[in-house]
């Protein structure tokens, strides 16, 4: 499951739990960037919360700023 947002922010992104480790969200990431992408959008945004920042990081998602808070969740700009 993932959710869009314009202009190009993925605001979540989940998969089950026991379904993890079997390039579901590699499969649901990259057609989210081909169509993000395609519909002229610069790059696809984040705001990773830190526990899923290796994860966002094997995606290819780079951190662009330092730990942030809004309405008490904490995340990481990438």
């Known amino acids: 499951m993932a959710e869009v947002r314009s202009p190009g ?3 979540m992104m989940f998969v089950s739990t026991g379904r993890l480790r079997q390039g579901i969200g590699s499969q649901l990431l990259a057609q989210i960037r081909k169509e993000v992408l395609s519909g002229g959008v610069a790059e696809l945004t984040v705001s990773a919360i ?11 998602f780079e951190k662009v700023g330092d730990i942030q808070e809004s309405k008490g969740i904490r995340f990481i700009p990438m």
């Open 9 to 11: 922010h993925l605001a």
């Open 50 to 60: 830190p526990n899923a920042i290796g994860a966002y990081e094997c995606f290819g």
